[in-house]
């Protein structure tokens, strides 16, 4: 499995980023930038790990075989990897 991302490198990637305004669409804009670096890492198969919120990873899932709802026709589904998360522990 890759290495966690961890609060600091985002900070670290997020911070030569121009300064917010705390303008309309700010919010939107900090959060694409957000998803923007979390997808980066995970692409490159590494987990992130926002302390107090959560953990994103790619997961794998295994070659299976299916059936089409329709004809109920047999056919095989390719293994995959799919993004999770999983939330933080609360106290």
């Known amino acids: 499995m890759g290495r966690a991302v961890r609060e600091a490198a985002i900070l670290s990637i997020a911070w030569p980023c121009p300064p917010l305004q705390y303008r309309a669409g700010d919010a939107g804009r900090s959060r694409a930038a957000l998803m923007d670096i979390v997808t980066a ?4 198969g590494d987990n992130v790990a926002l302390v107090g919120f959560g953990t994103f ?6 070659a ?3 059936r ?3 004809t109920s026709a047999a ?3 390719k293994a ?3 993004p999770a998360f999983k939330a933080g522990a609360t106290r």
């Open 64 to 66: 299976r075989n299916g």
């Open 57 to 62: 990873e790619v997961r794998k899932c295994a």
């Open 80 to 82: 995959a990897k799919a």
């Open 68 to 70: 089409t709802p329709a």
């Open 75 to 77: 056919l095989k589904i």
């Open 41 to 44: 890492a995970l692409k490159k």
